[in-house]
């Protein structure tokens, strides 16, 4: 890994270079505002991202949707990361528009999906789709920081994985000097810190992904062999594979009250507290998804609608709460019993249900139950599930916080759904796995 240390001389080159660059006709950019010159910095609080020779702390998250770019900025971030180039010219323009930077990803493929680096040809057609892309969108004045692949080292053996990664950097940074490479891992251990240190030095930092092991996170920097500038690009709730499961192997699914307290917790204890390595953060995820449920990692709901979370990053990038917080949920039962309770139901027999839900503002709140089977995906990284579909008529009124389910008539392994909306576009939601009984 390489990075730039503040100097009077560095600052000189810079200028020479800023100049140099606007007075060449060859690389005078397409857009109205110049290039942002993006580098690293030791400062005496640490590390530091400079844009253009101003300290930026990162305060971003990761953007899957490109019409969540204005709540984004409208909450109080600076910045966001895509995953990939798709759509990468109108997510620089949307940013650059409302005053944010990114963190344009670049996918890289992986070998859990099937691409070979042992196969050169392919390796090589890779690269030079990736420069294609680079080309395009290297000269805008929103972008900050290349983000080459993403968790390459999950469900990953062949080592030259790692000199790809590098050689895409080395790509990048002769085709644009201005802006710097990273590469997002799962995780920061000994092996691979070793591997890229031998195998990747053109990067310019390294980029961590954690989500239970946040709350550790001081603790893992103070043990790992690297010592130099990280960005942790994804953070959030409590992954699925870390959590306690039912006797039949469902994962338990924090509500989103005890994910808003965790984001907070990770944020001020986790990430805050390591400044002299952690130049900023980007969230997970700034928008929906399903991945085990619908509500697992997306700090929004599909119609739009914010959780808790949201209004957690709000207070923690303008030490200020929003004008109108999202209800808060106490406690949630189905038949007296909670999730971790194993439960059991009889086919076709009638259960009560309830919800308790605090609103700080008082709002008027409306309520939605709902029952999916459990998914049975085993999908891993993010990659993309089906949606169980919801099965109807199986409450005996749906717009109450306490309620009767009718178990449905199907043996097997299913998952009860509440959402509670205050009517101001902001949504608490919680569910229990259950078992249906022959």
Known sequence: MKYSIYSKRSFLLFLFVMIFYNCNSKHKTQYNSPVTKS??????????????GTPFYVKGAGVSDIDRIE?????????????????????????QELGLKVMMGVWVGLERHGFDYNDEKAVKQQLESIRERVLELKDHPALMIWGIGNEMNHHSQNPKVWDAVNDISKMIHDIDPYHLTTTPLAGIDKKNVAMISNRATDLDFLSVQLYGPMDVLPEIISRSTYKGPLLITEWGATGYWEVSKTEWGAPLENNSSVKADLYRSRYEKSILSQSQQVMGSFVFLWGQ??????????????????????????????????????????????????????????????????????????????????????????KTGGDAEYIPEVINNLFAENSNSITNLIAPSEPGAYRLFIYVDDGHHHTAHANIPFWVED
Request: proline share 3%.
């Open 39 to 52: 580098e690293i910095r030791l400062t005496k609080d640490g590390y530091r991202i400079f844009l253009n």
């Open 71 to 95: 709540t984004l900025e409208k909450h109080g971030a600076n910045a966001l990361r895509t995953w990939s180039t798709d759509n990468g010219k109108e997510v620089l323009d949307k940013a």
């Open 289 to 378: 998804k399903q991945e085990r449920t619908p509500t697992w990692f997306g700090m929004f709901m599909a119609d739009g609608n914010e959780t808790e979370s949201v209004d957690v990053m709000h207070y923690v990038w303008n030490d200020a709460w929003p004008e109108n917080r999202s209800p808060r949920l106490i406690d949630f039962t189905l038949d007296g019993q909670s999730a971790i309770d194993n439960i059991k139901l009889k086919k076709g027999h009638s259960y009560a249900v309830e919800v308790q839900i605090a609103d700080p503002d008082n709002d008027t709140l409306m309520y939605r139950w709902e029952i999916m089977r459990e998914s049975k995906s085993q």
